[in-house]
């Protein structure tokens, strides 16, 4: 369902490998759902001279360049055929740096999301997506969706990770925006509120983080000052949030894990928090990225 709030146009990037598929079918699903516009972009790097396609090149007297881009063109075109025939659909094949030309070529769009997927295809072009996302994500002014698992629907569960900042503020209401049907859980992983020496009781310390954790995260839905915040279920438990949201992934893959960034301080560039950073490591569902809010 499209609303003022979902992006006009959707950014996939691509390397054309299999598991960038899935990505390919969660971005078209999305453009449906939300009636936008997709660009599928693929990047081809510089390759060595001995490559196959520099021989193709000199045979054919075209640049080693123009005929790769050739190449991944007609590959794309392919991938995006059949099933996706109806969508408003726009290939681009463009050189240059992975990470760059992804972001300049989604501000030149006016893309307000840009999908991708995990996999990486060495025999194509020596396109890594994979190796791009952490710079991809700390980098990009829109959200960025990572996608591990075959659509099978929509999003119906969204797991919003939360530390109770105005960072994490934003990033709650960016997933309500962008997901007004799904059911939001707000997942916090605590710590011990205070060290459990000897004679401590180890479950009252746990007792006692999780009562801290609780009121936390009442003030913070309070803040959020959102009509819908009352109606947010909560996941609080201890532990490492990497290895939570992994477990949970291993019995949900089909749920949305959503994580917001942080501006850097005195450099340019965003900063992954060490739950974000874990979370997109290790999560086994697709991930949601979200930067902080223009300012």
């Known amino acids: 369902m499209s609303t003022p709030a979902t992006p006009r146009h959707i ?18 699903r999305l453009a449906r759902e939300w009636d936008a516009r997709l660009v599928a972009l693929t990047v081809v790097e510089p390759e060595p001279a001995e490559a196959p396609t520099s021989v193709l ?43 760059d030309t992804v972001l300049t070529v989604a501000s030149a769009e006016g893309c307000g999301l840009i999908v ?34 075959r659509p099978r629907a929509a999003y119906s569960h969204v797991i919003v990770a939360s530390d109770f900042t105005a ?13 007004p049907q799904a059911e939001l859980t707000l997942f916090h992983a605590f710590n011990n509120p205070y060290p459990a020496i000897a004679g401590v009781d180890t479950a009252r310390v746990r007792a006692d983080g999780l009562a801290q954790a609780q009121r936390e995260a009442e003030a913070f839905i309070q803040s959020c000052e959102w ?30 894990v959503v994580l917001g960034t942080q501006q850097r301080r005195g450099v340019l560039g965003l900063l992954l ?3 974000a950073q874990r979370a997109l490591e290790m999560a086994e569902n697709d991930v949601l990225v979200v930067p902080p809010a223009a300012t």
């Not at 950014?11 to 078209?28: I, P």
């Open 11 to 28: 950014l996939l990037a691509t390397d054309l490998s299999s598991r960038s598929d899935r990505a390919l079918d969660r971005a078209a």
């Open 57 to 99: 090149s000199r045979a054919s007297g075209l640049s080693s360049g123009a005929v790769r881009r050739a190449m991944v063109e007609q590959r794309l075109r392919a991938d995006l055929a059949g099933e996706h025939a109806d969508l408003a659909l726009v290939p681009r094949v463009e050189p240059g740096l992975v990470t």
């Open 116 to 149: 991708t997927g995990v996999a990486r295809n060495e025999a194509l072009s020596r396109v890594v997506l994979g190796s791009t996302v952490d710079a991809l994500a700390r980098r990009s002014p829109v959200p960025l969706l990572v996608v591990r698992n």
């Open 167 to 179: 960072a994490s503020r934003h990033t709650l209401h960016t997933a309500a925006m962008l997901f």
């Open 227 to 256: 009509p819908e915040a009352g109606n947010l279920r909560t996941w609080l438990e201890h532990g490492d949030a990497g290895l939570l949201l992994n477990a949970h992934g291993q019995a949900h893959p089909a749920d949305l």
């Open 273 to 275: 928090g060490s739950v």
